[in-house]
């Protein structure tokens, strides 16, 4: 069993930049693939970047490449995304996830999942 906790949500400016940081309870996070997920109003939950137990492979999806960059702290349980660049349509709750399966592969949909958090807002301002 794992819990996860996100944090680092807030308002800003399109153009801006944020830090989301999502803490893990739980011996085995170092062994769990980990994702991000984001859902706007009236949307379905989507994909937005993934990384693997060791941190070896990373996925992202094509709206935030080269924008976010997500990245793990093993000994802090932590999960990171960090995002530049930020545009209003990136407007969203984020919420992390963790895989017990290790690896990424095919790590894109929510199904693949098996812990959540609560998630944290985002809102980009034009």
């Known amino acids: 069993q794992v819990q996860l906790v996100e944090s680092g949500g807030g308002l800003v400016q399109a153009g801006g930049s944020l830090r989301l940081s999502c803490a893990a309870s739980?011996?085995?996070?170092?062994?769990?693939?980990m994702g991000w997920f984001r859902q706007a109003p009236g949307k379905e939950r989507e994909f937005v970047a993934a990384i693997s137990w060791s941190g070896s492979r990373i996925y992202y999806a094509d709206s935030v490449k080269g924008r976010f960059t997500i990245s793990r702290d093993n000994a802090k349980k932590t999960v990171y995304l960090q995002m530049n660049s930020l545009k209003p349509e990136d407007t969203a709750v984020y919420y992390c996830a963790a895989r017990v399966s290790g690896t990424i592969v095919g790590a894109t949909t929510t199904r693949e999942y098996d812990y959540w958090g609560q998630g944290t807002q985002v809102t980009v301002s034009s």
């Open positions: 739980g011996r085995t996070f170092s062994s769990y693939a």
